[in-house]
C-alpha cells in the first residue's frame, strides 16, 4: 500500500495541505523503506519529524478551530483523535528509544501512526477544512 496524497483529500486550506502532502511523502518513504528492509535508517528521521509535525500541526489546527468557532461536538471528537495520536506517537517512541528499530515496532508505526493519520486526515481534517 502506498501512500499518496490525492486532490480529494485536499482541506481547502492551504496551509494545512502543505503540511499534509509532506506528511505523506515521509510516510510514503517510511513505508517503502520497511518493504525493501531499509526502515533502519528512516525510522528515526520518521520519529524526529512526526513529533515536531505533531506540535506545529496538530497547533494549527486546534488553533483553527478556536479561532473560527468550529463546532463543540466536532472539535471535540477532532481534539480526542489528536489525544489518541499523541498518546501513541509517545508509546512507540518510548518503545523505539528502548529497542531500536524492529519489525513488531514498523508494524506498528504503519499500523498506529500512518494509517491513522491517513484516515484523520481524509476525514476529520476535511470536515475541517469544509468548515473553514
Ligand atoms: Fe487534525
Known sequence: MTFQWTENMAVGVELMDEQHKELFTRVNAFVEAVLQNKESVIVEELMKYLESYV?????????????????????????????????NFQRLKTEYQRKGSNKELNQKIQEHLCNWLITHVSK???KLGDYL
Open 55 to 87: 506540535e506545529t500541526h496538530f497547533t494549527l489546527e486546534e488553533t483553527y478551530m478556536k479561532d473560527y468557532d468550529y463546532d463543540e461536538e466536532d472539535t471535540d471528537i477532532h481534539l480526542k483523535q489528536h489525544k489518541t495520536f499523541r498518546t
Open 124 to 126: 476529520i481534517d476535511k
